[in-house]
């Protein structure tokens, strides 16, 4: 009863200085907790040239390279605010009788999710991450797919910066981790375009796993990761379609530190059925046939981001990204987006560690297989508080 109470006591403790901004570690049994997070308060004016993005879109909220508005009217700019991307992360570490250590990670956030309107309450529910535990040389459980690179995302106001030039995604997984060498078997799942176009189909049809190897170099100017990417496509449906479609493609991205403390981040990716992969599913990675068979659809995407710091407190960043799909239009049709790309460039202030305010401006441009095309201006200020 009393290791209850403490426990219990201890945990209550945790929440209430994490709350305050003290210490946000504590121990419970043999097990260390650490709380951070930080809370994002962002803001955009965004204007589109040949349409409308509808309310409670998550193209609203953050940048996403296929919800750029082609061939539409012109309407007045559109103003959002919103605290979805702020977030809070608890990791555990736990010591074994052999000397080894357990960790855990629990993080959430408010994006891509329901809730309350912007009527009343703004309320958003919350959603899981990353989920995970390591042990010795193993992951296993929900966080980045091994195939993406975290650390050659630019320093960017929006969720992400360079969509279009990214490979992104998390999901559960078993991974391998040997010095810079990572094997993984992660959760598979199909994006299929219909004969002719379509609504998308989401398949849950794999009866493998998706197999990721990477390797990262270290250098003293940096790093350089490249990875690759072997998978099924699958569609099987109570209509007679049963087809399978072998995907693969390899990512290069890596960061270069300059002398002068600026930095260049650079992301390259190319492949056969990328799809899902490949800037937030601008295109599915293959489409059914006729026949109904699968044909995996090609696509690749680059993108690079400069950062500069003026000071210590002050820094800004200039990016560009793009993707390009190679669409059969005889089965996809003429809807289907053939090329995207964008640009930003902004300012961060930190007066203090822990507080950062900023502005972006971002530009992009989508383009269909119809050949027509539309643009988007976005103006987006953030203040940041992480702790």
């Known amino acids: 009863m009393k290791a209850k109470i403490k426990n219990t006591a201890t945990a209550v403790a945790l929440c209430l200085a994490a709350s305050t901004g003290a210490a946000q570690a504590a121990t419970i049994g043999d097990t260390s907790v650490k709380f951070t997070g930080y809370i994002k308060v962002d803001a955009m004016v965004s204007d589109y040239s040949d349409g409308t993005i509808a309310s409670g879109s998550v193209g609203r909220d ?8 082609v061939g539409g009217v012109d309407e007045d700019p559109q103003f959002d605010a919103h605290i979805r991307t702020s977030r809070f992360r608890f990791a ?20 891509v999710t329901s809730g309350g309107d912007e009527r009343i309450s703004n309320s958003y529910v919350p959603r899981v991450r990353h989920a995970y535990l390591t042990y010795k040389n193993w992951l296993v459980g929900q966080t980045w797919t091994t195939f993406m690179d975290v650390g050659s995302l630019p320093e960017s106001l929006d969720f992400i910066g360079t969509t279009d030039g990214i490979t992104f995604g998390r999901q559960v997984m078993v991974r391998y981790t ?8 992660e959760n598979p799942e199909s994006t299929i375009t219909p004969f002719g176009g379509g609504s998308r189909i989401t398949s849950d049809d794999n009866s493998v796993p998706d197999f990721v190897a990477a390797y990262t170099s ?7 990761k490249v990875a690759g990417l072997l998978r099924q496509l699958s569609y099987d449906n ?5 087809a399978d479609e072998t995907s693969f493609g390899v990512s290069v ?7 002068n403390g600026d930095d260049i981040r650079f992301t390259f990716n190319t492949g056969k059925g990328l799809g899902r992969y490949s800037a937030l599913n601008a295109v599915n990675g293959a489409v059914l046939t006729e026949s109904g068979d699968l ?3 090609d696509s690749t995407g680059y993108g690079i981001a ?5 000071s210590e407190k002050a820094r800004s960043s200039i990016m560009f990204s793009a993707f390009e799909a190679d669409n059969d239009v005889s089965l996809t049709g003429l809807a289907t987006t053939e090329s995207t790309y964008s640009t930003r460039v902004n300012y961060l202030y930190s007066p203090t560690k822990a507080l950062t305010v900023g502005a972006e401006y971002a530009f992009a441009k989508r383009e269909i297989e119809a050949g027509l095309e539309g643009d988007m201006n976005r103006f987006q200020v953030s203040a940041k508080y992480a702790f």
Not at 253 to 259: A, H, R
Request: zero cysteines; glycine letters at 12%; hydrophobic letters at 35%.
């Open 92 to 111: 555990t570490s736990t010591p074994t009788a052999e000397g080894d250590t357990i960790n855990g990670v629990f993080e959430l956030d408010f994006i």
């Open 253 to 259: 991205t890596g960061k270069y530190n300059l002398s």
């Open 295 to 297: 044909e995996a659809i």
């Open 178 to 185: 040997n010095g810079g060498l990572q094997l993984a078997l």
């Open 306 to 310: 400069y950062r500069h710091k003026w």
């Open 218 to 224: 270290k250098y003293d100017w940096g790093y350089v």
């Open 238 to 242: 109570a209509a007679g379609i049963d």
């Open 62 to 69: 953050f940048y996403i390279p296929s919800l750029t508005p």
